[in-house]
């Protein structure tokens, strides 16, 4: 059965779902709040709940995620996963279900775009549960006329005792008006992605904060699945065209009062060479969301 065949028949059985549980409707369709980064060639749409969605002026008419926006982190404390309940924003999507985490704020754009002064929307979050206490603060730079853009993740433990995570950059792609792509991977940056079956089309995820892990593959069995478990991503890839998605894994602990960040790019290109940014300079991080009360 094709992907398509099985989209469909999810979207069906969410539909159904929908018909019969009026609660379960409404937690579907609390879509969240997007601020967007209109620059050239990107255009970056960031969602209130951590989700992201990337339109390239080469493709405008297609993101570069499956749906609306289906891409986002996640933090896994222990078998409970934590971060944008993606079928909010896209309901026929087989996504990802995950305990949300409260907002704060959803500010931007702000910036000029410049190297100074990049567009950035930033997003505040705390997480209560699974004897954690966390602030999570996403900022999402862009300087205009770059073909890739920044997130950085600033994590604070609000607790009072060291936490331990497993944090995920994970996302169902979309290359080029086409929902399959072949899984492509550069040792020396760390980058992990695809490209479309012209092989005219990259797209990637370059860590700036060094990886636990990462992979790509089937954007259902390889990668949601693996966030879902709270597993750990493989190191590899599909050298075959299947719809796909990537992800990069962090295994981090903090201690009670202190911040972790962690970082990384995500860039386009026509060809390999084009697709793995610079080496990226340090970003101040925001200060974190105040403890819950």
């Known amino acids: 059965m094709n992907a398509n065949k099985i989209r469909f028949m999810l979207g069906v059985l969410l539909a159904l779902l929908l018909a019969t549980s009026p609660s379960f409707a409404l937690s579907l369709n609390q879509a969240a709040e997007f601020k967007e980064i209109s620059g050239a060639p990107l255009r970056i749409q960031v969602g209130s709940n951590g989700s992201i969605q990337v339109y390239h002026q080469n493709h405008p008419a297609d993101g570069s995620t499956y749906g609306t926006a289906d891409s986002g982190l996640f933090l896994a404390l222990g078998s409970d996963v934590y971060g944008p309940n993606l079928p909010n924003t896209n309901p026929t999507s087989a996504s990802i279900t995950t305990n949300p985490l409260t907002l704060v704020s959803h500010e931007g754009p702000i910036g000029s775009g410049s190297i100074s002064d990049p567009f950035k929307v930033v997003t505040s979050q705390t997480l209560a549960g699974s004897g954690a206490t966390l602030g999570v603060v996403q900022t999402v730079s862009y300087i205009n006329g770059n073909d890739y853009f920044r997130q950085d993740w600033a994590i604070t433990n609000n607790g009072t005792s060291e936490t331990c995570f497993k944090a995920y950059h994970a996302a169902d792609v979309y290359f080029a008006g ?104 340090p970003t101040a991080v925001p200060a974190p969301p105040p403890p819950e009360v």
């Open 178 to 281: 086409s929902d399959t792509g072949a899984g492509y991977y550069n040792a020396a940056s760390g980058s992990v992605g695809g490209y479309n079956a012209a092989q005219d089309w990259f797209m990637v995820f370059t860590p700036v904060t060094p990886v636990s892990h990462y992979q790509e593959g089937s954007y259902s069995t390889d990668i949601w699945a693996t966030v879902q478990a709270a597993g750990d991503f493989k190191d590899t890839i599909v050298t075959e065209s299947v719809d796909n998605g990537f992800g990069l894994q962090w295994n981090q602990c903090v201690q009670p009062g202190q911040t972790t960040t962690i970082s990384d790019l995500w860039s386009f290109g026509e060809n390999e060479e084009s697709v793995i940014p610079p080496t990226p300079e």
